[in-house]
């Protein structure tokens, strides 16, 4: 069988009666040309069953439709759960995506990034912390962070702070002895830190006994059991008898020290309340379903490409507009009562 030919720029522009520099605004600027040229142009190529040849369209624009992101890991099921719904704004923004994972090192991020830009990406959204936002800003791209510094680039955040003030004010709500806050090194500038500053805040505001942990936790399993396993004897040594309500940096970390109670006592013991942040997966998951802090995933990542693509638009048009400086914008949590504090829900 003789293969079929394909439909060229040449082939359309015959057909319609439009110069190849007209077929060629059609798929490069589409709004130069009038809707009724466009609809013409639409039909034709649907009757001439035309498929569009992607490598020479990236060749003859410059325009990859390629978004570069990098990740710090997958062990959190933060992160996992972010790529999935930014991977999906494929259908609402036609572009596709380089994934890289850092694993928290600086230099293999930079060759990461520079393995990306040779790709000629238009844009990039990065989760990791390894790389501060003005060497960011240097790489003359548009660039979107999350969750992370973002004082020379834009940036998509939940309040954490008010996620923070969320779920201290439930722990106090029940009548916790004392409360605790687990969490990883967090530097100030880093949008996370408002999980520390604001249980700090809410608890000496209203007066009560508390206390902040600050360790490693690990991006592995092993690891994040192992600093848990040390922590929690650690509470139990120091507030033997009395109600403890805990608030834990992720839902990760909050499942480890809930089956790690689990393994302990065979149940989540009436003194202990737990809550985690996210709203991953992991946390309805649990052997018990865990409270916690519900980031809006689904409308962080929807914000994030969609400020990136606003960002990458701007520089395609004729007279582009830079921004003045970095746009930042802030997604409400929303706190997730679940039977880790509310009790056991038939």
Do not use: W
Not at 42 to 65: C, F, H, M, P, Q
């Amino acid at each position: 069988m003789t293969p079929k030919k394909k439909v060229t720029f040449d082939d359309i522009a015959k057909y319609t009666n439009f110069s190849k520099t007209t077929i060629s605004r059609y798929f490069n600027n589409p709004d130069s040309l009038t809707l009724e040229n466009q609809q013409i142009i639409s039909d034709a190529l649907v009757k001439l069953d035309y498929k569009e040849n992607k490598v020479a369209r990236i060749l003859a624009s410059g325009k990859t439709e390629f978004i570069g992101i990098i990740v710090p890991n997958l062990y959190l099921r933060y992160y996992s759960d972010m790529l999935d719904q930014i991977l999906s704004t494929y259908e609402t923004f036609g572009y596709k995506f380089l994934v890289f994972i850092s694993n928290g090192n600086e230099e293999s991020e930079r060759r990461y990034i520079q393995e990306l830009l040779s790709y000629q990406i238009e844009g990039m959204i990065i989760l990791s912390h390894t790389i501060p936002s003005e060497e960011l800003a240097g790489l003359q791209i548009p660039i979107v962070a999350i969750e992370r510094e973002d004082r020379r680039v834009c940036s998509v955040n939940t309040d954490n702070y008010m996620g923070a003030v969320q779920a201290t004010s439930l722990l106090a709500r029940h009548k916790c002895d004392v409360l605790i806050h687990i969490n990883t090194p967090t530097p100030e500038e880093r949008p996370a830190y408002g999980r520390i500053k604001g249980f700090q805040d809410f608890c000496e505001e209203h007066h009560f006994p508390h206390r902040v942990i600050i360790e490693e936790l690990g991006s592995t399993h092993e690891i994040s059991q192992r600093q848990m396993l040390r922590i929690l004897s650690e509470i139990e040594k120091d507030y033997p008898n009395q109600k403890k309500g805990i608030f834990v940096s992720s839902d990760t970390y909050a499942n480890v020290l809930l089956n790690l109670l689990f393994r302990r006592y065979g149940t989540l013991p009436d003194d202990y309340l737990i809550i985690g942040f996210d709203n991953s997966p992991v946390s309805e998951e649990a052997v018990i379903p865990i409270s916690t802090i519900g980031q809006q995933i689904e409308k962080l990542a929807y914000e994030a490409v969609g400020l990136l693509v606003e960002q990458m638009n701007e520089r395609k048009k004729r007279k582009p507009v830079p921004l003045n400086e970095p746009i930042h914008k802030m997604i409400t949590p929303i706190l997730i009562r679940r039977e880790t504090t509310e009790g056991f829900i038939e």
